[in-house]
Structure formats: structure tokens, C-alpha cells
Nanobody
Framework: QVQLVESGGGLVQTGDSLRLSCAAS????????MAWFRQAPGKERELVSS????????YYDNSAKGRFTISRDIRKNTVYLQMNSLKPEDTAVYYC????????????WGQGTQVTVSS
């Protein structure tokens, strides 16, 4: 069982920045990748960004490219999402997720943190 604790959400204005954090803990914690997803009201959950735990290669959705930066601290088992130049369309609940080594999908999820960007 993997526990994921997210923090860093909040209410900001257009153009502001936020940094989300997600700390993972649990026994036999062998992570292949961590990711940030988001879900806006009435919309499907979507992948925003991901990072391979070994090597650190990253992926960004087009909506995040150039504005968001994902990073990880291996010693702390923590992933971050630095979000700059926030827009109202970034408003959503942001979820952290883990793909374990040997798994073909993200199977462990955090509780979510609300990000609201006012215009």
C-alpha cells in the first residue's frame, strides 16, 4: 500500500504561481513513475505531467508545456509540480499518482488538492 499526501493547492489570481507537493510512503515502495493529473468540474481526469523515478525523464501535456515544471526528490520520495503563469482554465482538483515498477498504469492516488485560479 502506497500513501500519497498532496499539498500546495489554493486560490490564486491569473498569472500567479503555485507549487504542489506529493509525498509518497509505504512498504516496498518501488516506483516506476509519478505523475500529476487534474480534473475540472464536468470534465474527465487528464494527465498533466509525469516523471520517471529512475532517470527523471519527463512528460508534459501541451497545456502545461512552458509553464509547469515537474521534479522529484528521491531521498524524500516526493514529487513537485511548479506551476507558473496560471490561467483560469488551470482550475481543477490536482491528483498525484504512482505507477509502480512492473505495473502498466497509475494505481495509487492521492486525495487531491484544489487549485483555483481567478480571472
Amino acid at each position: 500500500q502506497v500513501q500519497l499526501v498532496e499539498s500546495g493547492g489554493g486560490l490564486v489570481q491569473t498569472g500567479d504561481s503555485l507549487r504542489l507537493s506529493c509525498a509518497a510512503s509505504g512498504r516496498n515502495l518501488a516506483m516506476y513513475a509519478m505523475a500529476w493529473f487534474r480534473q475540472a468540474p464536468g470534465k474527465e481526469r487528464e494527465l498533466v505531467s509525469s516523471i520517471r523515478w529512475s532517470g527523471g525523464s519527463t512528460y508534459y501535456d501541451n497545456s502545461a508545456k512552458g509553464r509547469f515544471t515537474i521534479s522529484r526528490d528521491i531521498r524524500k520520495n516526493t514529487v513537485y509540480l511548479q506551476m507558473n503563469s496560471l490561467k483560469p482554465e488551470d482550475t481543477a482538483v490536482y491528483y498525484c499518482a504512482v505507477q509502480r515498477v512492473g505495473a502498466d498504469r497509475y494505481g495509487d492516488w492521492g486525495q487531491g488538492t484544489q487549485v483555483t485560479v481567478s480571472s
